[in-house]
């Protein structure tokens, strides 16, 4: 156990210690004191603590009257006291000591456990405040204010010694647990404690033993993390994947995915899987459901969450399904026990998964650009840029946040003045945004222009911003309305880490990749991904459809959808196609503007500002980019069901009037006009009871004499159906 404490504790050596670590021929030589066995019976080398058990029982009955008692090796090697001590004040544990008796029989039977879901992860703050309170209620601080209050928070001994304490324990612990000797399964992967805990059951499991974990599971879509996910594919025996949607753990966040792992012994990949559940019942009324009725989906069509059993949740997944996979997410080559895990809601998502997995090209397969901007800490601590919200003077000084823009919206919020978090955003009035106009930002340049540009990532020789652009939000989670937030960006602005930018070798193809990203089919790629961060390696293995003749229409949409100050003109009239103007809606009831009423000048009149315009643009380019891919209609509809669940919830309770403005049952989507008169309502501007316009829309349809609209909205009143529309514009003689 000494010998054990003194392993553990090297890797925790405290840094104010006046000790010196051992060399390697001091360990080996308390080593041999301490386990040594005498040679008289028989045993050198490497010894088996069970096989060699009565050898060297026996040859410690021999050596007790001759032996160096171990507070002896303690005084005379210094190291060993520093490293037991280190190790006790670690709380090591040595599990072949203290399970001797199963591990003599080769492991535990059964395993079964809710392992730490922690990332051990320095966070220096918290520990200057155990001694200054200051950091504890910090909020934001330049960087020379920060450095400064360090080192006076670091001036007492005692806080010093606090401090190195805790600097040993978090690098020691961090080194052991990435170690690739000791852990070579997720060496090179962001350590989480649950990792190690896999690990650990899997190496304490007998040959027949069973391990039953509860877990995260960033594993399964970490490119890194390889081998771990090879080593549990060949375990896995059931996966049952939960989201707490319905707060059955009240200490964990009600998006918080994790997972019940079953895992066995090694062989080829082959377990059932079930995704999207919220209640631990579903697995087993689904395991015994006949297959019969209605796919289910991740909520139902008015809200709530989907908690029907079908047998079709229950998916195989085998090597061969993997394979399929690794076509997808992994670069290629990529070996299918390697591929990162999906998470189909049932069978009928294997289809569209597999159509995905056909394509001949991807992203990777083209030149594109690509960049996330400024790092927002380094660049601060640079000085080139510098928290502040304002509305700068030109695009070239504007640096984009995630709320700026949305879906095929580069116009989507803006901060409040004085904006304190992510939700002090106000919406843009698309239909009296001006012809031109620079949007409020949080970050300004905070250097020369010289200087902020020869910063800047470089393309082709020329700073980014100097390209007409895609960005996207980095972060992301399947859960959302939308995961993927696509919009053109003109030349000039910048973007901080949590946006993504991203060109293509012409304007034209920018464009057109704009729409494809924009469209249900991409977003349904990433939402079945399962990822958090859509980084370089997920954009980059999109599928890339080969030039063909849809391009022109969802080249159309795209800008009309973009295209909304005079910014863009430059774009729109090198884009222009005369083709266009032959061009129409795929719904004949959408009379109050077409589509393809266009000319070769950008005017006011050229974006799409209407709600219901801007909705029926969207759902054509989502039959157009399925179309592309090979898609079918129901495969497309199919999606939308099982993928889209708070999309499909806010469309069940939405209608546009008659001037094409949305109203909706939800806050989240209402459309500008609707939420700027609930907010004077709020504010009594308004009689009360137009705080809720969802309300009186329903009043009014029971009784159409019931409500005096006040000119605000325009009877009669339209709701729509994403996947009629979807089906329709699929079908439709302009599309092929």
């Known amino acids: 156990r000494t010998l054990m404490d003194a392993w553990i504790g090297l890797w925790f050596w405290p840094l104010d210690n006046e000790a010196k670590p051992p060399t390697w021929d001091q360990w080996l030589r308390v080593a041999e004191d301490l386990v040594r066995p005498d040679e008289r019976h028989g045993q050198t080398g490497q010894l088996d603590i069970f096989d060699d058990l009565p050898q060297l029982l026996a040859a410690e009955a ?38 001797a008796p199963a591990f003599s029989k080769g492991g535990f039977n059964l395993q079964v456990g809710n392992p730490p879901w922690v990332r051990p992860i320095w966070s220096d703050d918290l520990i200057l405040a155990e001694h200054d309170p200051w950091w504890g209620i910090l909020d934001k601080a330049p960087s020379k204010v920060l450095g400064e209050r360090r080192s006076a928070s670091l001036v007492g001994e005692s806080a010093q010694a606090t401090y190195l304490e805790e600097v040993a324990s978090a690098t020691g612990g961090l080194e052991l647990m990435s170690s690739p000797v000791e852990r070579a399964v997720i060496a090179g992967v962001q350590t989480n404690l649950y990792m190690v805990f896999m690990d650990t059951t899997w190496r304490h499991s007998g040959p027949r033993g069973i391990v039953g974990l509860l877990h995260p599971e960033s594993h399964f879509v970490d490119p890194k993390a390889n081998e771990i996910r090879r080593a549990a594919y060949g375990k896995l025996r059931r996966h049952w994947q939960h989201i707490n949607s319905l707060f059955l753990f009240e200490e964990i966040h009600d998006m918080n995915v994790f997972g019940v792992h079953v895992y066995g012994s090694d062989r080829s990949p082959a377990f059932l899987q079930a995704s999207y559940l919220f209640h631990p019942d579903m697995v087993d009324r689904s395991l015994l459901h006949d297959g019969k009725g209605e796919l289910p989906g991740v909520q139902h069509p008015a809200g709530g969450w989907d908690l029907r059993p079908h047998k079709s949740r229950v998916l195989t997944v085998d090597i061969g399904v993997l394979a399929n996979w690794a076509l997808l997410f992994d670069e290629p080559g990529t070996p299918a026990a390697e591929a990162r895990l999906l998470r189909p809601v049932t069978s009928a998502d294997l289809d569209a998964l597999s159509a995905f997995a056909q394509q001949p090209k991807h992203l990777a397969d083209h030149r594109y650009y690509w960049t996330s901007g400024w790092h927002e800490k380094g660049a601060k601590n640079d000085g080139h840029i510098r928290w502040e919200t304002g509305i700068p003077g030109a695009w070239d000084d504007v640096i984009l946040q995630g709320p700026h823009f949305s879906v095929a919206t580069p116009f989507n919020k803006q901060p409040n003045e004085n904006c304190q978090h992510r939700q002090d955003y106000t919406g843009w009035d698309l239909e009296t945004l001006p012809d031109r106009v620079v949007p409020r930002t949080n970050y300004q340049r905070d250097c020369d222009s010289e200087r902020y540009k020869a910063g800047q990532d470089q393309w082709n020789g020329r700073p980014y911003t100097d390209s ?37 070798d012409t304007n034209a193809a920018t464009a057109r990749w704009a729409g494809l990203l924009a469209s249900l089919p991409y977003d349904y790629f990433v939402k079945v991904s399962g990822t958090g961060h859509i980084k370089d390696y997920v954009a980059r293995r999109m599928p890339m459809p080969e030039a063909g003749p849809l391009d022109a229409q969802i080249l159309l949409r795209t800008l009309r959808l973009n295209c909304l100050t005079a910014d863009y003109a430059p774009l729109w009239e090198e884009l222009y196609d005369p083709a266009w103007q032959d061009d129409c809606w795929t719904d004949p009831n959408l009379t109050r503007s077409a589509v393809g009423d266009v000319g070769p000048k950008w005017t006011m009149d050229t974006p799409l500002r209407r709600d219901q315009d801007r909705w029926q643009a969207l759902v054509e380019i989502d039959a157009l980019a399925a179309l592309m891919l090979g898609l079918t209609a129901d495969q497309l509809c199919a999606m939308y069901r099982t993928q889209f669940a708070v999309l499909r919830k806010y469309e069940y309770k939405m209608v546009f009037d008659a001037e094409g403005r949305k109203i909706c049952g939800y806050h989240q989507s209402a459309g500008y006009q609707q939420s700027q008169l609930q907010d004077q309502a709020k504010t009594g501007d308004l009689p009360k009871e137009w705080k809720n316009i969802w309300n009186l829309y329903e009043q009014y349809e029971a009784d159409l004499t019931s409500l005096d609209w006040l000119g605000h909205f325009t009877p009669p009143f339209v709701k729509v159906c994403r996947q009629l529309s979807m089906k329709k514009a699929s079908r439709s003689s302009e599309y092929g």
């Open 62 to 99: 021999d050596r007790l009257e001759g032996q160096i008692p171990v507070a002896g090796l303690r005084e005379r090697n210094p190291w060993l006291t520093v490293a037991c001590d280190a190790a006790h004040r670690e709380g090591a544990w040595h599990w072949d000591l203290e399970f």
């Open 468 to 504: 007409w652009r895609v960005a996207y939000r980095e972060m992301t989670h399947s859960g959302l309305e939308r995961s993927l937030h696509p919009a053109l960006v003109p030349p000039g602005p910048a973007n901080v880490g949590t946006v993504i930018t991203m060109s293509l």
